[in-house]
T-cell receptor, first 112, second 114 residues
């Protein structure tokens, strides 16, 4: 199984809402990532979890809060987002020496 | 800050033509990946190259890693409409804390016209 799943596929939320994005992988990978991607741009790294611990936070605003409940699951909690946070949010996982990442299909987030 | 510049940014060609996409950096990478992404979907891994000078072929796609491990190229022979997408290179390295980090290239948007 080389699949990374993400839910929901689409999300529309107001600036006062609280929502969560979920990501799951069953490949035994020990590193998991959140990326933000704007249209026609490359993915921008947000967070990296290694062995269920936050190892990299790319100076992401606190309105984004990651959580790694176990080695297979990764959540991204959203609160008080801004319209400019609208983007495709991608989850990825990796294992091994060569930095290969396996991506989920993404969550298309729209903040109104 | 590590940067990976891809060229060209956009490419529109006719079915059957050949093309090459370049990925260049001033930094050395331990490995380099190429991904293809379709609109609204996540990137899909195409290949990993790890040795300077390495060449890998995947059907009509040929990938090369530069001798100094600072650059890479992707060559597509006889392009087909199914090759349409955003092509991303990504370089692997370790940051100052020793953690694995991936730097994505700026992307090349390819359109193959039937």
């Amino acid at each position: 199984d080389t699949e990374v799943t993400q839910t929901p596929k689409h999300l529309v939320m107001g600036m006062t809402n609280k929502k969560s994005l979920k990501c799951e992988q069953h490949m035994g990978h020990r590193a998991m990532y959140w990326y933000k991607q704007k249209a026609k741009k490359p993915p921008e790294l947000m967070f990296v979890y290694s062995y269920e611990k936050l190892s990299i936070n790319e100076s992401v605003p606190s309105r984004f809060s990651p959580e790694c409940p176990n080695s297979s699951l990764l959540n991204l909690h959203l609160h008080a987002l801004q319209p400019e946070d609208s983007a495709l949010y991608l989850c990825a996982s990796s294992q091994g020496t060569y930095y290969e990442q396996y991506f989920g299909p993404g969550t298309r987030l729209t903040v109104t | 800050t590590q940067l990976l510049e891809q060229s060209p940014q956009f490419l529109s060609i006719q079915e059957g033509e050949n093309l090459t996409v370049y990925c260049n950096s001033s930094s050395v990478f331990s490995s380099l990946q190429w991904y293809r992404q379709e609109p609204g979907e996540g990137p899909v891994l195409l290949v990993t190259v790890v040795t300077g000078g390495e060449v890998k072929k995947l059907k009509r796609l040929t990938f090369q890693f530069g001798d100094a491990r600072k650059d890479s190229s992707l060559h597509i022979t006889a392009a087909q409409p199914g090759d349409t997408g955003l092509y991303l290179c990504a370089g692997g390295s370790r940051d100052s804390g020793g953690y694995q980090k991936v730097t994505f290239g700026t992307g090349t948007k390819l359109q193959v016209i039937p």
